[in-house]
């Protein structure tokens, strides 16, 4: 991924000088590059650098806290800063307008006229609604329109339990664009290996101040914190501050606090979704969001409490599939391996390459190859003719063990979780591959639930992390819709309220598009994939509903049953009043027990009420049939039991212990 | 008559853009021809056979025309028999035929599918089957109503008596055939008649409640054919044929054309799948005239299916195939193999689609396909060239092409399965 950066940043440089008169060779920093073009790393407008900056911070702390197999704790504070005290906090002082028509929203007089007049009617309508009693709801009149200038500025804050930084790393690790730790091949959550460095240069961009950033490792009796920026230009950070300070409560873990301009009223449901959608995937997390403003009724606090201590095991990282490298990766292998001869080499850096498989490759690859020959001298054609057989030759699959899923387990706790359906299914398929690079798909369909809308609700995760943009091109949106034919599941697609969580983790996602938000429809082994795994959940589902069914029928019976009684007695007795009338004026003989019937009728001894009576008897009768059937042939049947997780109290108070030969029963006062 | 000329001297002219023009006797000729032919069929035709003369009367059920009187009384000891069960407090059941295709028989001698005797118990008290059996008894009261009174409605006067119950029209129109089977007679003497779809134009006079009709005067649009048979009678005929026309499209062309005046006959559509009221109106007409019968459908699975229908019967009313199939249908177009032979160009075909082809192939195992190898012929070539055609692809050829080569043309040649 890293090696696609420094030739975009060429492309960046040529695109620039067209305008000079005389071309000048100018050289970007990988940092300039960035901040020119943030929109790659998903920094498009402020609404979406907050969204992104969030999303960056909880990751990282996820995966710091993954990375010591802690069970991570994320808080993360959104604090809004109203421009009086962004001023104050660079040391700005606030200016009164002087010249109001500068401004782009200045008033006009015909306009201020117009407004009035506007505003005075709204008033007197709702006194006349007032004075005849109607109740209206109190609109909020005074909607200030934001103008150009009036940007809203945050302090987003995440702080975490997890392994904390060196001390002397910290400021290379937030200043230096493209340096980083996730850069071997392995599962990440990362996209480029930018994380909060993206942040850090849109709040130089927007608000000019620096991250500050505290941490604490395990074993250290300090505190190290961080107060810097970025040189743009040179691509190294500026230390403003850097310092060992006391650690008086032993806290480990990291906090980062940085100040952006963003806008939280139009991204407010993307941020909620995102971190409801991580605590869905996360279950094992405990996370923390807040949103702090001065209007207290903005404010937002979500716990989304742990349901689990399970947590996946950490991605390994693995060595490259023969058919996935290309020439370039093929030569920075050659540049790194420690192993002298090709033999060595073939074996030791690819996977799933044995040594009598090496000896046959090397022997296919031609007379001026040999086991013996030093790897560092090869030539470029030599190279070339290597990644040839690569793509050709046949090779096993990778395996998917060094790929980490979020788990069955998991998944369908965190879909209980933060739902509450009716039903829920999941399922873990095994590992596949496309182009060299393992992946698995794990899916969860539910039925019901809670703040769930009617229809269907696809949740997308790429290596445990969610997906929310440019839902319609994914493949995942494209299967639930169109190959899955719910009805054959007994599910309604657009009365049920159905949830669709599918899961994919690779050491290779194949995103669509710049932003990496999608994954593309055209892959036919993902698509199948997962096509499958929603199909296995479906089927699950489907005894369960079809039990589900049976179980509602038994209960209304009876109703369905006695609904028909009062139609189908009517259609007998109208018969039978004609035919009684008819009997009655001697048109027409019956025999006599038939006579004695139609007697009864115009003497009114067999009215429509009697056989309503009759009928509501046996409808009873065969209702207490059926149901002593279906009792004994299903029996006391109970759903599989789950496990539950209770969180464990840190609290160290007073308890007493009540012992029993089975339990413990703790009382704390 | 001099417009005629005209026309036939102007289409001389443009015979390479309407090929096989030249290939056209003058009508004289092929008037004989269809002569001969019709005096050698109307001699030919015999009693038909009846399920009694093959002794399966005991394991078919066929239903018969019943007085309106019969219908009544019968409807009357089915009620009392219901009273007498509810009053000893079982509920009710019915008894009802089954017309699933498994109950379905196709006896070759007789040509037509017929019901085989099983039959299925709808209880009152049971969750699957309370609602139709609901319904059943409502249109059996209706039915009475109907017997009393003496007049007739059609299927959606009786579905509009209670819409709340029977939901749909289907469902009503369903249990109406199953009263049919329970009561043993045709759904004409229920008094129940569905609205009229089938037109007839050309050389044909009957009477229709004591008017007479004249089909060659009855504009472009032909009659109506009328929803109860038992109306119609007297019916007289010069025409040499009768031409079975699937599309409304393709009728008013020939209507338009008068083609009955070219070429003496009769020609009747249901415009698509046929309703009873045709069906009967077209075994009467075979039956009184001794005319043959001859079928243009298009050149696909349904249209070999809605010929199917006419000769054989359909499987929801199978019990009543008696009266309602006509024997002795000719396939005469448009064919797949007409397809190469009159040269419709690529653009006027349509590829089949999975389920045409798969229709195609369920018909292949049909026995009322597989008694008439030209038929089989046909539908292997149109499965295996997985090309299909309507009527309308004749109309590459210009508009009157229908009409003023294909069918004369045809004929001619007496090219008919």
């Known amino acids: ?554 209960q209304e019976r009876k109703r369905n049953l006695s609904k028909y009684i009062p139609d189908a007695t009517n259609a007998v007795y109208d018969v039978l009043k004609e035919m009684a009338k008819s009997h009655a004026s001697k048109k027409k003989r019956y025999e006599e027990g038939d006579a004695d019937i139609l007697r009864k009728v115009s003497d009114h001894l067999i009215t429509k009420e009697t056989l309503y009576e009759k009928l509501t008897q046996h409808v009873e009768k065969v209702d207490y049939e059926m149901a002593l059937e279906y009792a004994t042939q299903t029996g006391v049947r109970e759903e599989p039991r789950e496990d539950i997780y209770l969180e464990s109290l840190d609290d160290k108070g007073n308890f007493f212990d009540f012992h029993s030969p089975i339990f413990v029963f703790r009382l704390f006062l | 008559m001099a417009d005629k000329k005209r026309r036939r001297a102007d289409s001389d002219s443009d015979s390479a853009s309407q090929p096989f023009k030249n290939l056209l006797k003058s009508d004289a000729q092929i008037l004989k021809i269809l002569k001969s032919v019709t005096s050698s069929s109307s001699s030919s035709t015999s009693k038909p056979l009846t399920l009694a003369d093959l002794a399966l009367s005991a394991t078919c059920r066929e239903v018969s025309d019943l007085s309106l009187s019969s219908v009544q009384s019968t409807i009357e000891a089915l009620v009392l028999q219901l009273t007498h069960q509810i009053l000893s407090g079982q509920g009710f059941s019915f008894t009802v035929p089954s017309r699933s295709s498994s109950n379905q028989l196709y006896v070759p001698e007789l040509d037509r599918i017929v019901l085989k005797d099983k039959s299925t118990v709808r209880p009152f008290s049971h969750i699957s089957s309370v609602r139709k059996t609901t319904i059943t008894a409502k249109i059996l009261s209706l039915v009475h109503q109907l017997c009393l009174k003496n007049i007739h409605v059609t299927k959606r006067d009786l579905f509009y008596t209670d819409v709340k119950l029977f939901q749909d029209q289907v469902q009503s129109d369903a249990v109406l055939d199953d009263v049919s089977c329970i009561l043993g007679c045709t759904r004409s003497s229920l008094n129940v008649i569905a609205a009229e779809k089938g037109v007839v134009v050309g050389r044909l006079i009957f009477s229709d409640n004591g008017d007479m009709i004249d089909c060659t005067k009855m504009g472009m649009g032909g009659k109506a054919i009328p929803p109860n048979i038992d109306r119609v009678g007297d019916m007289q005929s010069d025409a040499l044929f009768i031409l079975l026309v699937e599309k409304d499209a393709a009728y008013i062309r020939l209507a338009e054309d008068r083609f009955y005046n070219r070429f003496p006959c009769i020609i009747v559509t249901a415009k698509g799948q046929p309703d009873v009221a045709t069906r009967l109106f077209l075994k009467k007409m075979k039956m009184e005239l001794k005319l043959p019968v001859l079928a243009l459908v298009d050149s696909d699975p349904y249209g070999l299916k809605i010929l199917s229908v006419y000769g054989c019967g359909s499987k929801n009313m199978s019990y009543d195939s008696a009266n309602l199939t006509t024997p002795d249908i000719k396939w005469l177009g448009i064919r797949p193999s007409d397809l190469d032979k009159y040269k419709i160009p690529e653009q006027c075909r349509l590829p089949m689609t999975e389920q045409d082809i798969k229709t195609g192939k369920d018909l292949l195992e049909e026995d009322f396909v597989k008694k008439n190898p030209g038929w089989v012929e046909e539908l292997n070539l149109m499965v295996k060239t997985k090309q299909k055609a309507e009527i309308q692809a004749l109309s590459s050829f210009g508009f009157q092409y229908l009409s003023e080569v294909y069918l004369p043309l045809k004929l001619q040649q007496q090219d008919w399965l």
Request: proline share 4%.
């Open chain 1, 1 to 554: 991924m890293e090696s696609e950066c420094p030739t975009e940043t060429k492309k960046g440089k040529s695109k620039t000088p067209k305008k000079a008169k005389e071309s000048i060779l100018k050289q970007k920093s990988p940092a300039e590059f960035f901040a020119e073009n943030k929109n790659i790393a998903g920094f498009d407008n402020p609404g979406k650098c907050l969204y992104t900056t969030v999303r960056e911070l909880v990751e990282n702390a996820l995966d710091s806290a993954e990375a010591i197999s802690e069970l991570p704790v994320i808080e993360i504070t959104i604090e809004e800063i109203v421009k009086s005290k962004f001023n104050s906090m660079i040391g700005l002082v606030d200016r009164e307008r002087v010249d109001e028509e500068l401004y782009d929203d200045y008033e006009t007089a015909k306009a201020r006229e117009k407004r009035l007049a506007k505003e005075a009617r709204a008033q007197e309508i709702q006194a006349k609604n007032a004075a005849l009693g109607k109740k209206v709801k109190e609109h909020a009149v005074s909607k200030s329109s934001k103008g150009r200038g009036e940007a809203s500025f945050y302090r987003v804050t995440c702080r975490d339990n997890g392994r904390g930084m060196p001390h002397d790393d910290i400021p290379n690790m937030f200043g230096r664009v493209l340096s980083g730790t996730k850069y071997g091949l392995k599962q990440t959550r990362g996209k480029f290996g930018l994380g909060a460095k993206m942040a850090l240069i849109w709040s130089k961009m927007s608000t000019g101040l620096p991250i500050e950033i505290s941490s604490s490792m395990r074993g250290q009796n300090y505190l190290s914190f961080c107060r810097l920026d970025i040189d743009i230009h040179r691509n190294i950070p500026h230390i403003h501050l850097h310092e060992k300070r006391d650690n008086k409560d032993k806290w480990r873990g990291a906090e980062i606090q940085v100040v952006i301009e963003g806008n939280w009223t139009t991204y407010r449901s993307k941020i909620l979704h995102y971190m409801r959608q991580m605590a869905v995937i996360t279950p094992y997390a405990q996370f923390l969001f807040k949103f702090v403003s001065d209007a207290p009724d903005k404010n937002v606090t979500i716990k989304f409490a742990r349901r689990t201590d399970v947590m996946p095991p950490v991605p390994v990282e693995t060595k490259h599939h023969p058919s996935s490298v290309d020439i370039l990766l093929i030569k920075r292998l050659i540049a790194e391996t420690s192993k002298q001869n090709l033999m060595q080499f073939l074996q030791h850096e690819f996977v799933n390459i044995g040594k009598p498989l090496a000896e046959r490759l090397i022997g296919e690859m031609g007379p001026e190859f040999s086991p013996k020959t030093a790897v560092k001298s090869l030539t470029d054609q030599q190279i070339v003719r290597i990644h040839q057989l690569f793509r050709q030759a046949k090779f096993d699959d990778p395996s998917g063990d060094c790929l980490s899923p979020a788990g069955e387990y998991n998944l369908r706790l965190g879909i209980i979780k933060e739902l509450h359906p009716d039903m829920v299914a999941t399922y873990s398929g095994s590992a596949q591959v496309f182009e060299g690079h393992p992946f698995i798909v794990e899916a969860g369909v539910s039925v019901g639930g809670k703040d769930v809308k009617q229809g269907l609700n696809i949740f997308r995760f790429a290596n445990r992390i969610p997906l929310l943009f440019e839902q319609g091109g994914d493949v995942v949106t494209r299967t639930a819709l169109k190959r899955i034919s719910w009805n054959n599941y007994k599910i309604n697609q657009t009365q049920d309220k159905i949830g669709v969580f599918v899961s994919i983790v690779s050491t290779k996602i194949p995103f669509k598009g710049t932003g990496k938000e999608y994954i593309g429809d055209d892959i036919s082994e993902i698509a199948s994939a997962v096509k499958s795994a929603i199909q296995q959940c479906c089927i699950q589902l489907k005894s369960k509903i079809v039990k589900k069914m049976q179980a509602r029928e038994q």
